[in-house]
């Protein structure tokens, strides 16, 4: 059964704390995603890798930290310098970079500060 | 520039009634226009997608409609069903690039 799997779905994190939310897919996929959800905010692109060992920025990259170790992973860690990081957070994958190839969603994480 | 400004924010339409969403662009650059379809809880998955060179894409009960002068494209839902009731988002890609930008979503209920 092929898909994108996210865990934990619910993640507490406390003050100055580093958490790690991960990110798998069968898909075969190149490209992985992650995205931030807030209400009225839409979904904005915080890190993205079109190819295992490389990732780029997104819009709103700043305290977060991704690798891309291998193809079917792309943890994302939210940083003690993240000030506002409750949100819905969601891992993306395509087949592959510079094409119009649909983004498959995970069920997401939800991140909740103590 | 890079901005997909989605429009309404929350929408109410009675079951069988048509729900319409609309967005608009400014980025020229932008040549695909998925929209994605997204239940509380779950991640959104593509409900249906456009390229420029067509005015309207129609998949069942779900038409998208394009007016690339106007830098405008909608989602039309004909025959509006309470399983539709969902959260729309809008989205645009910049040629060759693969990062998605999206709309602020629009809430959707269907009410009997």
Redesign the interface.
């Known amino acids: 059964d092929g898909g994108i799997t996210q865990s934990p779905k619910y993640l507490f994190r406390k003050e100055g704390q580093n958490v790690t939310l991960s990110c798998e897919q069968n898909l075969n996929h190149d490209a992985m995603y992650w995205y931030r959800q807030d209400p009225g905010q839409g979904l904005r692109l915080i890190y993205y890798s079109q190819i295992v060992n490389d990732f780029q920025k997104g819009d709103i990259a700043e305290g977060y930290s991704v690798s891309r170790e291998k193809k079917e992973s792309f943890p994302l860690t939210v940083t003690s310098a993240q000030k506002n990081p409750t949100a819905f957070y969601l891992c993306a994958s395509s087949i592959g970079a510079g094409g119009q190839e649909t983004q498959y969603f995970g069920p997401g994480t939800r991140l909740l500060v103590l | 520039q890079q901005q997909v400004k989605?429009s309404p924010?929350s929408l109410i339409v009675q079951k069988g009634g048509i729900s319409i969403i609309n967005c608009a662009y400014e980025n020229t650059a932008f040549?695909?226009f998925?929209w994605?379809q997204q239940f509380p809880?779950?991640?959104?998955?593509?409900l249906i997608?456009i390229?420029p060179d067509v005015s309207e894409k129609k998949e069942g009960r779900f038409t998208i409609s394009f007016n690339k002068s106007a830098k405008q494209f909608s989602l039309h839902i004909m025959d509006s069903q309470p399983g539709d009731s969902a959260t729309y988002?809008c989205a645009a890609?910049n040629f060759?690039n693969?990062?998605?930008t999206?709309?602020?979503?629009t809430r959707l209920t269907i009410i009997p």
Not at chain 2, 102 to 105: A, D, K, Q, V
């Open positions: 989605q924010q040549d695909y998925p994605y809880g779950k991640g959104p998955a593509l997608a390229r988002f890609r060759g693969e990062k998605l999206f709309g602020t979503g």
